[in-house]
């Protein structure tokens, strides 16, 4: 079949994981004190920081009545890929990254809460290793629920690409760099997962019908997986008690 | 668990890069043994077995193997037969194997799915205790050495667990590295090598001849014959600054002692000359040449050298004596002569021949002579040559140390008696490449069953045409029967007043039974076309598909895929329709029954009159492709009758041709127009298509001096003004003429070829013998797989079927593309193989005065052609009765001059003093040359076997492209 090999004879990636394991996530939410919530997630190596300022008065031209304006703006650091390069703020891919983060968050926030305002979401991808949309989605919730602002569900985002496997399609889920760049399709989804509302749903390359729907479900699986993880990370995080409150008095 | 792992990596810019990349540790992985009681094994999931009994004298204890990468590599072929089994592959072997050499890496994949060898794949380098990290300066090598050691130490570990009342299987390293050895014997690690583990197996008494002897073969220093070659860095270096060539070797068919080099910086190839010159290159083999200055350079020998059929021991002769080649003055002949200093990239395969046993009684090491002429000897060990002196054999090449005077290889496999026709049959199939095994399993559990019929709900969603009167028409004995036809008149007139006639082509549905991506999809693909074999066909598909339910046979219902045209009486092309249907053949006819009932004015019934307007159609069809330039090519074709209880050739004659070949041709090559253009039209990137391109100008030089030497200048800018000029060349009084003359048209032209529509600009998509625009092959599903893709694609774009995602690939088209064409190629060359042996065979008994022509003049010999026999042959001419005149390429000897197209009279007969190389041999008897012509008997000498053989190859029937395959179809 055509494509590169991504699984193994015995079933496993490159990198050691089985199709249907996420990469290590680890998180820690409220990291930054000035922001109004803040976030450092990290999926294998893709390392991302969020900072939510908001909701607050919406500059006149962007005011809407309907609801709240999310303002997203995505950035990589200079550092974060093999090859160092500057990056300015505003080239195409970050606008485009910056307008797919709106939609997925928008979609989560009950922005019908605060007409005429504004949350501005920034994200800065300190490493990228794959998949840096999904981590910066995830990152955002967990900064969007730091800062307090209510949501409608989590905002979950993840990858899947198709390998083969004893003649079989074999989805993967969560694709790392290696993976994409072999050349495989990589279909990323943003959803609310325990709506089953998909948010934005995004492919890198022709896929056959066919195996469209093993793909998406794997996807989709792997959303939920995030989800438990994030509401974990989420109720520890709390359980912890540790709040704005504290860090002002201390 | 989790790691990282850090590399740094070069760019192509040469920036140094630092790439981080995940690495995962499990615990979830098995051990996948049965004595383990740890490990959450399922039933399926143990491989290896709890009582693992020891074959080897050496280990009286049940034991595990773990194979070192190096053992993998060299022996394959040990691990192929069913000797060893409980072996540990580590996923570090697996991939060294991989990255080194992926034939070998599939041939062990194939083992390890082999349930009953018993080999378990360990992921040992994503198991937290086993795998290892890459200390600080050490070499990658010594890592994957520690690894492996590690892996065999936890096992040895892991299994112990449980040793404590049953004997549970110790663990035991296989490895030819001293080094390693070494240290894994201080570690406390079992191990040993190959050589020592193989030979004292018991109960596998061949075993030891299939040992690779993988000497290092720069290593072998003392007494060395051949000059060291390079090491990799030096030949890089030596690449760069531009003192050393990369090119790829081609050793001489005629002459042992010479081969050469073609180099991108030179126009001529580079010569390579003497033992020392070729420095053990084998045809085929990558190579880094070292190019002589100019003083040094010489021409090619012209003379005929085999290597001497004894065995001088490691000892080069003197090869200034052997080669004779001369320094000549005059420049133009001269040749870039150079050396080979290192070998880049080993092409060896398997070699079939015969073994030559040594004299001295007893010897284990003899000699073995490749059926393949290009192919030096081979030096071999083994202890059954009694028996295989009279067979025919497989070897493997292992190594060509310097100290030895020919290559080291181990026996492979028997094929069976010399002169046999199985193990004849059997080597012509391994030489070509052709998968001949049985279909497995797997293949066969995706057919029908035997007595399958079309169900009803198929026969609902199909056009209905079992109620219409449609034929087949074939060779005799046709079995896989593809195409039937049927044509019938229309109510109505066209505007012009003309009658119309709806024409019918009606192919196989192949497609209905192959499904995509299926074990017997995927069997096809690889196999890509049926090979035809004078006395045996191999299938692309199974039996019951290629000669049963896809057969379109008389009488019975069978579902195809039609192409109805409406066409006026002139042939011109009304409409055009694609669709699935259900036919009942009428008839299965041959080209003579058809003709019968054409000419037997009596008949009047439906399938007469089908036939008659077919034909008239047929032959205005014909009329306007070749008004369009379309070439009228030939070639000598030649049927055997063959015995029907041994299968041997009892006569031989040329085949007949019939106005109603020519019919069945000409809605063939329509059916496969119209699916072209539909195809092209809906598929810009991915459409499976045939094309043939213009043969470069430089073809046709010899050719066309021939010609003008009989007085015609033909005109050879264009297709159409070639097949004009080729029309009129007509000598009154030899009809044979002009079948000679296009007979080596067709050498001048270039291979037609299998392309993606993506590929290629439109232009090229031209088919120079057919002369039309686009092409490709859509009537013989049964036996081309072309034309399985082409069915799919058509079904997909009339809405009869889905697409699947590689039929739509290019990446995946292009690859196919180019395993059908070297298929293909690879299958015509087998079938005239073929064709070759049967002569012999025929031959074998006989000696026959027959009348023959001149196709070209040699240097020392001329290519003659038989036309009773289609047979082509050299029929040498002595240096010292006949000079050969180069401006005029005549052969001349007294008042006899000898020049193309000539008429002869030679005696044919077959020469086996050489089992290996059995030829025909053409004396020439008229015109007589005293002390020359028929008595003469010791010219077999300068015998070259059709030394320009290979160059003949491209040129088929270019202008009967749909029936191509078809002519050897016979029983
Ligand atoms: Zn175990």
Redesign the interface.
Known sequence: ??GPDLL???G?RL???RPNEL??IRCKMGVFTQPDGSAYLEQ??TKVLAAVYGPHQAAKSKSSTEGVVVNCQYSMATFST??RKNRPRGDRKSQEMSLHLRQALTAAIKTELYPRSQIDVYVEVLQA?GGAYCVCVNAATLALIDAGIPLRAYACACSASMAWHG?QPEPLVDV?H?EEAAGGVVLTVASLPSTENIALLEMSH???M??FDVVLSRAMQGCRDIEVILDKAVREHLAEGWTKEDVVTI | M?T?KTFL?K?KRG?I??????????DDLLCGSGACKTCPHKDDEIVLMSQAESICALFDYPHYLVLDTNVVLHQIDVLEEDALTNVIIL?TV?EEVKHQNTAIFQRL?EI?GNKRRKFY?F?N??HKDTYVERNPGEKQNDRNDRAIRRAVAWYEAHLSINRVNIESPRVVLLTDDENNRKIAQDEGIICCSVKDYVENVNGFPGLVDKLSKNVIPENCSKDALYPAHLTPTQIHAGIRNGKLYQGIFHASRDNFLEGSVVVNAFEKSILLQGHIGINRAVDGDTVAIEIFPEEEWRKPSDIVLEDKSEDPGDLLEEETVLLKSTKTNSNDEVTPTGKVVGIIKRKWRQYCGILMPSRLPGATRHLFTPAEKRIPRVRIETRQSDVLASQRILVALDSWPRNSRYPLGHFVRALGPIGDKDAENEVILLEHDVPHARFSEAVLACLPPNDWTIPKEEINKRVDLRPICICSVDPPGCTDIDDALHARRIKGTTDDGLKKYEVGVHIADVTYFVRP?T?LDKEAASRSTTVYLVDRRIDMVPDLLSSNLCSLRGGEERLAFSCVWEVDENANILSTKFHKSVIKSAAAMTYEEAQIAIDDESRKDEIASSLRVLNSLAKKLKRRRLDNGALLLASPEIRFQVDSETHDPVEVQAKKLMDTNSMVEEFMLLANISVAQRLAAEYPQCALLRRHPAPPPVNFVNFLKAARQQGFELDVSTNKSFSKSLDEAVIPGRPYFNTLLRIMATRCMQQAVYFSSGTCAQEDFYHYGLACPIYTHFTSPIRRYADVIVHRLLAACVGCD?????L??N??AD?LCDNLNYRHRQAQYAGRASVALNTHILFRNRVEIESAVVLAVKRNALQVLIPKYGLEGPLYLPSDKFTYNDEEHVQICGKVILKTFDELTVRLSLDSSNLQHRKLIFQLVKPYVPDFSYKVEDMDVEFVEESDLPQKIEKKRKGTEAKLSKKSKKK
Request: hydrophobic share 30%.
């Open positions: 079949m055509p193994s004879s015995q496993l990198d050691g994981r990469r290590r294998g190596n093999g090859e290793d003649g790392g290696v022709r896929l056959h066919d195996y | 989790w990282s990596y760019t920036n890069l630092k790439i981080v990349r995940e690495h995962y540790l499990r996923q697996l994949l390890i794949s992921v380098e994503h991506n074990a889905v697409t699947h995602a590689s739509l690939d990446k995946a690859a």
